[in-house]
């Protein structure tokens, strides 16, 4: 019995803009980068980056169905993430 895995979803018709944001800590450079891929399914990662290091990643499924709203979906993933590490770091200098 051979596994079968879930076929690729196609590409969009108009493919998303990823999004990138970085700020200076101290010596090092937090990035934060969101991305649409579209193989094996639907989906954006948000990847967090300190110096150069990858911290942290983000992922949420989407539905093929979201294609209207695609850009809107990722723009909003990416800055809601953003908020939350901005908010964590504003606690850490309490």
Known sequence: M????????NAPKNAPMGRIDALDIGSRKLTVQTEFFNR??????TK???????K???TEE???SDEPTL????DLFH???YAEIIE???????
């Open 40 to 45: 094996p399914t639907w989906r954006i990662e």
């Open 2 to 9: 051979t596994d079968n895995p879930t076929p690729p979803q």
């Open 56 to 58: 942290k990643t983000f």
């Open 62 to 64: 989407l539905d093929p």
């Open 88 to 94: 964590g770091l504003k606690g850490l200098n309490r």
């Open 48 to 54: 967090v980056y300190l110096g150069g290091t990858l």
């Open 71 to 74: 850009q809107t979906v990722i």
């Open 79 to 81: 800055e809601a993430r």
